[in-house]
Protein backbone atom coordinates (compact mmCIF):
# COMPACT_ATOMS: atom_id res chain seq x y z
CA UNK A 1 0.00 0.00 0.00
CA UNK A 2 1.35 3.45 -0.89
CA UNK A 3 1.83 5.84 2.59
CA UNK A 4 4.21 8.37 3.95
CA UNK A 5 6.51 7.48 6.48
CA UNK A 6 7.81 9.15 9.02
CA UNK A 7 10.81 8.78 11.23
CA UNK A 8 11.28 8.98 14.43
CA UNK A 9 7.84 9.12 15.73
CA UNK A 10 8.62 10.37 18.70
CA UNK A 11 12.36 12.79 19.85
CA UNK A 12 13.66 14.33 22.84
CA UNK A 13 16.38 16.62 22.27
CA UNK A 14 18.25 19.50 24.09
CA UNK A 15 18.24 23.45 22.92
CA UNK A 16 21.10 24.09 20.72
CA UNK A 17 21.26 20.72 19.23
CA UNK A 18 20.86 19.43 15.35
CA UNK A 19 17.67 17.20 14.56
CA UNK A 20 16.56 15.94 11.43
CA UNK A 21 13.17 14.32 10.77
CA UNK A 22 12.95 12.05 7.74
CA UNK A 23 9.97 11.62 5.55
CA UNK A 24 9.30 9.04 2.66
CA UNK A 25 6.42 8.54 0.35
CA UNK A 26 5.44 5.60 -1.61
CA UNK A 27 2.80 7.44 -3.40
CA UNK A 28 5.38 8.96 -6.35
CA UNK A 29 3.63 12.54 -5.70
CA UNK A 30 5.50 15.68 -6.76
CA UNK A 31 4.95 17.73 -4.18
CA UNK A 32 5.64 17.24 -0.40
CA UNK A 33 5.40 19.81 2.66
CA UNK A 34 6.34 19.64 5.75
CA UNK A 35 3.73 21.41 8.74
CA UNK A 36 3.92 21.54 12.42
CA UNK A 37 1.09 21.35 14.61
CA UNK A 38 0.05 23.61 17.71
CA UNK A 39 -2.96 23.85 19.79
CA UNK A 40 -4.44 27.10 18.77
CA UNK A 41 -2.68 27.35 15.61
CA UNK A 42 -3.71 24.22 13.37
CA UNK A 43 -1.56 22.92 10.96
CA UNK A 44 1.47 25.49 9.39
CA UNK A 45 3.19 25.24 6.53
CA UNK A 46 7.34 25.03 7.23
CA UNK A 47 8.95 23.93 4.02
CA UNK A 48 7.20 22.34 0.58
CA UNK A 49 8.79 21.08 -2.43
CA UNK A 50 7.83 20.87 -5.48
CA UNK A 51 9.76 18.54 -7.06
CA UNK A 52 13.69 16.88 -6.63
CA UNK A 53 16.00 19.85 -5.54
CA UNK A 54 13.13 22.43 -5.64
CA UNK A 55 12.10 23.94 -2.20
CA UNK A 56 10.35 26.87 -0.52
CA UNK A 57 9.32 28.34 2.62
CA UNK A 58 6.15 28.19 4.28
CA UNK A 59 4.73 30.29 6.54
CA UNK A 60 7.16 29.53 9.58
CA UNK A 61 10.14 28.87 8.16
CA UNK A 62 13.03 30.42 10.26
CA UNK A 63 15.39 27.92 11.77
CA UNK A 64 14.59 24.80 9.66
CA UNK A 65 16.26 23.50 6.34
CA UNK A 66 14.96 20.97 4.19
CA UNK A 67 16.19 19.13 0.86
CA UNK A 68 14.91 16.91 -1.24
CA UNK A 69 17.76 15.02 -3.52
CA UNK A 70 15.42 12.23 -4.31
CA UNK A 71 11.70 12.44 -5.29
CA UNK A 72 10.38 9.98 -2.18
CA UNK A 73 12.56 11.43 0.54
CA UNK A 74 11.81 14.54 1.98
CA UNK A 75 13.95 15.64 5.46
CA UNK A 76 13.48 18.57 7.50
CA UNK A 77 16.08 19.89 9.80
CA UNK A 78 16.61 22.36 12.95
CA UNK A 79 19.67 23.33 12.64
CA UNK A 80 19.41 24.17 16.37
CA UNK A 81 16.77 23.55 18.09
CA UNK A 82 14.91 26.13 20.27
CA UNK A 83 12.15 25.45 22.79
CA UNK A 84 10.07 26.94 20.59
CA UNK A 85 9.85 24.75 17.82
CA UNK A 86 8.61 21.84 19.97
CA UNK A 87 5.28 20.53 18.35
CA UNK A 88 4.20 17.77 16.59
CA UNK A 89 5.61 17.85 12.62
CA UNK A 90 3.90 16.27 9.72
CA UNK A 91 4.69 15.36 6.54
CA UNK A 92 2.53 15.31 3.57
CA UNK A 93 2.23 14.55 0.09
CA UNK A 94 0.38 15.67 -2.99
CA UNK A 95 0.01 16.20 -6.63
CA UNK A 96 0.14 20.08 -6.61
CA UNK A 97 -0.03 22.70 -3.71
CA UNK A 98 -3.57 23.51 -3.25
CA UNK A 99 -5.38 20.14 -3.06
CA UNK A 100 -5.95 16.97 -1.18
CA UNK A 101 -2.51 15.94 0.46
CA UNK A 102 -1.93 12.57 2.40
CA UNK A 103 -0.32 12.96 5.42
CA UNK A 104 2.28 10.83 7.96
CA UNK A 105 1.69 9.94 11.46
CA UNK A 106 3.87 12.46 12.49
CA UNK A 107 6.74 13.32 14.64
CA UNK A 108 6.25 14.19 18.46
CA UNK A 109 9.34 16.13 18.86
CA UNK A 110 10.26 18.39 22.55
CA UNK A 111 13.21 20.12 22.61
CA UNK A 112 14.17 20.63 26.70
CA UNK B 1 -8.93 38.63 10.72
CA UNK B 2 -7.93 34.98 10.19
CA UNK B 3 -8.12 33.41 7.07
CA UNK B 4 -10.24 30.74 8.08
CA UNK B 5 -12.88 30.29 11.48
CA UNK B 6 -13.21 27.02 13.00
CA UNK B 7 -14.87 26.61 16.12
CA UNK B 8 -12.42 24.51 18.43
CA UNK B 9 -15.29 22.89 20.32
CA UNK B 10 -14.89 20.43 22.12
CA UNK B 11 -18.15 19.26 21.08
CA UNK B 12 -19.50 15.67 22.97
CA UNK B 13 -22.88 14.43 21.45
CA UNK B 14 -24.84 11.15 22.50
CA UNK B 15 -24.27 8.29 19.90
CA UNK B 16 -26.98 8.33 17.08
CA UNK B 17 -26.89 11.96 16.96
CA UNK B 18 -26.23 14.44 14.02
CA UNK B 19 -23.23 16.58 13.95
CA UNK B 20 -22.50 19.82 12.22
CA UNK B 21 -19.17 21.73 12.12
CA UNK B 22 -18.52 24.57 10.21
CA UNK B 23 -16.06 26.75 9.14
CA UNK B 24 -15.92 30.33 7.92
CA UNK B 25 -13.50 31.92 5.75
CA UNK B 26 -12.28 35.49 4.28
CA UNK B 27 -10.72 35.26 0.80
CA UNK B 28 -13.33 34.56 -1.91
CA UNK B 29 -10.89 33.24 -4.12
CA UNK B 30 -10.65 30.00 -2.63
CA UNK B 31 -11.64 27.23 -4.79
CA UNK B 32 -10.87 23.81 -3.06
CA UNK B 33 -12.32 23.18 -0.19
CA UNK B 34 -11.68 19.10 1.95
CA UNK B 35 -12.52 17.93 5.22
CA UNK B 36 -9.71 16.13 6.96
CA UNK B 37 -10.20 13.60 10.30
CA UNK B 38 -7.79 13.45 12.05
CA UNK B 39 -7.62 10.74 15.10
CA UNK B 40 -5.98 10.93 18.22
CA UNK B 41 -1.60 10.78 17.56
CA UNK B 42 -2.41 10.12 13.85
CA UNK B 43 -2.13 12.09 11.12
CA UNK B 44 -5.19 13.82 9.27
CA UNK B 45 -6.71 11.80 6.69
CA UNK B 46 -9.08 13.37 3.80
CA UNK B 47 -12.67 12.90 4.62
CA UNK B 48 -14.40 15.20 2.36
CA UNK B 49 -13.27 16.97 -0.97
CA UNK B 50 -15.48 19.29 -3.35
CA UNK B 51 -14.64 22.26 -5.40
CA UNK B 52 -18.02 23.73 -5.86
CA UNK B 53 -20.77 25.28 -3.85
CA UNK B 54 -23.45 23.00 -2.91
CA UNK B 55 -23.56 19.89 -1.07
CA UNK B 56 -21.63 16.17 -1.78
CA UNK B 57 -22.64 13.07 0.12
CA UNK B 58 -20.43 9.82 1.28
CA UNK B 59 -22.41 7.46 3.30
CA UNK B 60 -23.12 9.04 6.87
CA UNK B 61 -20.95 12.62 5.80
CA UNK B 62 -22.37 15.47 3.35
CA UNK B 63 -20.53 18.58 2.97
CA UNK B 64 -21.88 21.83 2.23
CA UNK B 65 -20.23 24.86 0.70
CA UNK B 66 -21.47 27.99 -0.26
CA UNK B 67 -19.24 30.42 -1.59
CA UNK B 68 -21.60 33.35 -1.66
CA UNK B 69 -21.38 33.17 2.34
CA UNK B 70 -17.85 32.01 2.35
CA UNK B 71 -19.08 29.34 4.83
CA UNK B 72 -18.51 25.57 4.72
CA UNK B 73 -20.00 22.68 6.70
CA UNK B 74 -19.52 18.85 7.38
CA UNK B 75 -22.66 17.20 8.55
CA UNK B 76 -22.52 13.35 10.49
CA UNK B 77 -25.67 11.53 10.58
CA UNK B 78 -26.10 8.82 12.80
CA UNK B 79 -22.86 9.70 14.50
CA UNK B 80 -21.15 6.85 15.96
CA UNK B 81 -18.16 6.78 19.00
CA UNK B 82 -15.60 5.89 16.22
CA UNK B 83 -16.03 9.58 14.72
CA UNK B 84 -14.79 10.85 17.52
CA UNK B 85 -11.97 12.83 16.65
CA UNK B 86 -10.93 16.12 15.47
CA UNK B 87 -12.36 17.52 12.27
CA UNK B 88 -10.18 19.85 10.66
CA UNK B 89 -11.36 21.70 7.31
CA UNK B 90 -9.06 23.04 4.08
CA UNK B 91 -9.21 25.38 1.71
CA UNK B 92 -7.42 25.47 -1.21
CA UNK B 93 -6.51 27.62 -4.44
CA UNK B 94 -6.57 31.27 -3.09
CA UNK B 95 -4.39 32.62 -5.39
CA UNK B 96 -0.83 34.54 -4.74
CA UNK B 97 0.97 34.33 -1.54
CA UNK B 98 -2.55 32.03 -0.06
CA UNK B 99 -1.86 29.39 -2.76
CA UNK B 100 -1.43 26.88 -0.36
CA UNK B 101 -3.49 24.70 1.46
CA UNK B 102 -4.49 26.81 4.93
CA UNK B 103 -6.05 24.80 7.55
CA UNK B 104 -8.75 25.13 10.19
CA UNK B 105 -7.68 24.70 14.00
CA UNK B 106 -9.81 21.54 14.35
CA UNK B 107 -13.17 20.85 15.82
CA UNK B 108 -12.80 18.43 18.49
CA UNK B 109 -15.57 16.00 18.54
CA UNK B 110 -16.71 13.49 21.26
CA UNK B 111 -19.54 10.72 20.57
CA UNK B 112 -20.78 9.34 23.72
CA UNK B 113 -22.35 5.84 23.13
Known amino acids: DAGITQSPRYKITETGRQVTLMCHQT?????MFWYRQDLGHGLRLIYYSAAADITDKGEVSDGYVVSRSKTENFPLTLESATRSQTSVYFC???????????FGDGTRLSIL | QKEVEQDPGPLSVPEGAIVSLNCTYSNSAFQYFMWYRQYSRKGPELLMYTYSSGNKEDGRFTAQVDKSSKYISLFIRDSQPSDSATYLC?????????????FGTGTLLAVQP
Open chain 1, 27 to 31: WSHSY
Open chain 1, 92 to 102: ASGDNDNQPQH
Open chain 2, 90 to 102: SLGGGGGATNKLI
